[in-house]
T-cell receptor, first 109, second 117 residues
Framework: GIQVEQSPPDLILQEGANSTLRCNFS?????LQWFHQNPWGQLINLFY???GTKQNGRLSATTVATERYSLLYISSSQTTDSGVYFC???????????FGPGTRLSVLP | DSGVTQTPKHLITATGQRVTLRCSPR?????VYWYQQSLDQGLQFLIQ???????AKGNILERFSAQQFPDLHSELNLSSLELGDSALYFC????????????????FGPGTRLTVL
């Protein structure tokens, strides 16, 4: 089945810093989403981005489907950005939606 | 708030028991998905229903079953519970018009935390 990797596994930032999170996947996909799981466990939908680039405030994402990776950019990070960021992909067979292991982000005041 | 509701928020039960988790999708969404998040397995897709019909099946154990009712709410039934079934169970829903893929853009509920003692 499709494999999803995320890097880095852990990231500690000072408030105001910028960061880039990466998601690599092993096969072509028809769906890619980025989620933020906050410290209370809630999964928040950030981007639906099977290809191309999107921006939403301080966050933006780019997926290069032909090269099988996606990037999530966080600018001017805030303490409320802390949590785990997951990338998830839907395989082309429509049979599985696979989450990566996540990147744990800690933003310090 | 994603618009997806799940009940109960917490559930504590004993090994060997059976429980039912409930999910109501966002208004207008026809697809419902179930996921399990455990410490050792991470987030795993269990099963998807679309307008009452099973559409995709992931890593769902035979002891687990689900259904989607005519009003589009869904239930996940977990039976013969084991300690390893302790996890956070998420439901998600999607709008069929948001894309042609089976796994359209999904919105997640707050989850049900199951503890098996």
């Amino acid at each position: 089945g499709i494999q999803v990797e995320q890097s880095p596994p852990d990231l500690i930032l000072q408030e105001g810093a910028n960061s880039t999170l990466r998601c690599n996947f092993s096969d072509s996909v028809n769906n890619l989403q980025w989620f933020h799981q906050n410290p209370w466990g809630q999964l928040i939908n950030l981007f639906y981005i099977p290809s191309g680039t999107k921006q939403n405030g301080r966050l933006s994402a780019t997926t290069v489907a032909t090269e099988r990776y996606s990037l999530l950019y966080i600018s001017s990070s805030q303490t409320t950005d802390s949590g785990v960021y997951f990338c998830a992909v839907g395989d082309n067979y429509g049979q599985n939606f696979v989450f990566g292991p996540g990147t744990r982000l800690s933003v310090l005041p | 708030d994603s618009g997806v509701t799940q009940t109960p928020k917490h559930l504590i039960t004993a090994t060997g028991q059976r429980v039912t988790l409930r999910c109501s999708p966002r208004s207008g969404d026809l697809s419902v998905y179930w996921y399990q998040q455990s410490l050792d397995q991470g987030l795993q897709f269990l099963i998807q229903y679309y307008n009452g019909e099973e559409r995709a099946k992931g890593n769902i154990l035979e002891r687990f079953s689900a259904q989607q009712f005519p009003d589009l709410h869904s239930e996940l039934n977990l039976s013969s519970l084991e300690l390893g079934d302790s996890a956070l169970y998420f439901c998600a829903s999607s709008d069929p018009t948001s894309g042609g893929a089976i796994f359209n853009e999904q919105f997640f509920g707050p989850g049900t935390r199951l503890t098996v003692l």
